[in-house]
């Protein structure tokens, strides 16, 4: 996707994946100071774990805690996050007003915080592995806890922060879907995910990651090069 928006606007520039270890981490950050580097984004599971090392931060990856785009400025590296608007828009083509709404949020890392400071106004319930070692802005329950099924069944709108998905695994049984919420779902996978494609056939209103990832991408871009993000070449590379 970012290699066809440079391409598309005439930049000799390339998008590279880096698969880093733990422990690879500070050298891989280091490498992003170079004069050849424009930034980077960040994704699981190290969108909280790179803050510690950016020189400034803005002020939307301070609310998340959570940072998916960094910026080479000079020789310091900024921290961004282009999650919040992404998802801010998907809730909107829901047609979810986060204000008082009930929302359940599965999962408890950067892209759950990102969700949650697009949500500012909503009740929202967190639903992490581990809820008591989580520092999260509302109520967050175990996955085995005895009120998750009513909550989702009742909520306005859930959100899945996590990785279940990718490989055609349900995070939640189809009954407990909510009865007139909406359903947005980060992960993206070529025919949509069994919740998204579930929530659909339900006649619920659901949003999937590809949208989300174009809208972050494009921002991301546009950090990364100061120039308006060409969406439609963008677009045309992903495989909804």
């Known amino acids: 996707m970012q290699n066809a928006a440079f391409r598309a606007l005439g930049l000799d520039w390339t998008y590279e994946l880096l698969d880093v270890s733990p422990g690879e981490l500070p050298k891989a950050l280091g490498g992003l100071r170079r004069e050849d580097v424009a930034g980077a984004n960040v994704t699981i599971p190290y969108k909280q774990a790179v803050m510690d090392s950016m020189d400034a931060l803005d002020a939307e990856a301070v609310r998340a805690r959570a940072v998916n785009t960094i910026v080479r400025d000079g020789k310091r590296l900024v921290g961004s996050n282009t999650d919040i608007a992404a998802i ?16 359940v949020i599965f999962g408890a890392g950067g892209s759950a915080r990102a969700a949650s400071v697009a949500l500012e106004g909503a009740h929202v319930t967190f639903v992490s592995r581990h809820p008591d070692e989580t520092d999260l802005p509302g109520r967050v329950i175990a996955w085995d806890d005895a009120s998750l099924h009513g909550l989702v069944r009742a909520t306005d709108l859930l959100v899945n922060a996590t990785p279940l998905g990718r490989r055609d695994e349900m995070p939640i049984r189809p009954a407990a879907l909510p009865r007139d919420g909406a359903v947005i779902d980060l992960v993206y996978v070529t025919g949509g995910t069994p919740l998204v494609r579930k929530a659909r056939s339900l006649g619920l209103r659901a949003a999937d990651g590809w949208e989300i990832l174009l809208a972050q991408g494009a921002r991301s871009f546009e950090a990364w090069t100061g120039q308006a993000a060409p969406v439609s070449a963008m677009r045309d590379t992903l495989q909804p």
């Open 88 to 103: 801010g828009a998907a809730i909107a083509s829901v047609g979810i007003d986060p204000k008082g709404a009930n929302v």
